[in-house]
């Protein structure tokens, strides 16, 4: 069965870069669609964005300026680079897989909290 | 963006109950709806697909209808371990969208 982990600093300053990796297990991240998914305290969930593993993206609008997702096929993870961090950005990040039916999360990783502050 | 929209935003029900919640699409979104449940703590989990597909090793108690711009989640019997927020999220176009959630608490 497949499973996803997070893992990344905790903390990050404001103005910098929140990295996290997700670690695949149980099966291969050379299939489907693999995307982050972050929800701030209290609130709402947000999706980040999708990389499938040919290597094609997908952001959300609304951050697209600053993230990037990637993969590593030889490590199996995949990983987000948000750049220039606000305190807006405190949340929880979770990694999921999306199914071969499109737009279906059906795996989450556990989700760390990611809190931006000096 | 879909907007997506929730009510209630929170629901208290006794063991038992048939409990109802609804989401509401911008526009129309056909059939292109999931239902998650997040306990505290935990990340989501996949109910319902495709406004209606029952997940496996989901309970049966749990169904979901509708198309086009509303949709409902129903618990036919509510039980304690069922205690949780829900999420609808729409897929029909990108950015996927989740709505703001429907804490259920029991009475």
């Known amino acids: 069965q497949v499973q996803l982990q997070e893992s990344g600093p905790g903390l990050v300053k404001p103005s910098e870069t929140l990295s996290l990796t997700c670690s695949v297990s149980g099966g291969s991240i050379g299939t489907y669609y693999w995307n982050w998914i972050r929800q701030p305290p209290g609130k709402e969930l947000e999706w980040i964005g999708c990389?499938?593993?040919?290597?094609?993206?997908n952001y959300n609008p609304s951050l697209k300026s600053r993230v990037t997702i990637s993969l590593d096929t030889s490590k199996n993870q995949f990983s987000l680079r948000l750049q220039s961090v606000t305190a807006a950005d405190t949340a929880v990040y979770f990694c999921a897989r999306m199914s071969n039916h499109w737009g279906i999360f059906e795996v989450w990783g556990q989700g760390p909290l990611v809190t931006v502050s000096s | 963006d879909i907007h997506m929209t929730q009510s209630p935003s929170s629901l208290s029900a006794s063991v038992g109950d048939r409990v109802t919640i609804t989401c509401q699409a911008s526009q129309d979104i056909s059939n292109y709806l999931n239902w998650y449940q997040q306990k505290p703590g935990k990340a989501p989990k996949l109910l319902i697909s495709d406004a209606s597909n029952l997940e496996t090793g989901v309970p049966s108690r749990f169904s979901g209808s509708g198309s086009g711009t509303d949709f409902t989640l129903t618990i036919s019997s509510l039980q304690p371990e069922d205690i949780a927020t829900f999420y609808c999220q729409q897929y029909d176009s990108l950015p996927f969208t989740f709505g703001p959630g429907t804490k259920m608490e029991i009475k």
């Open positions: 990389i499938h593993h040919t290597g094609s993206t």
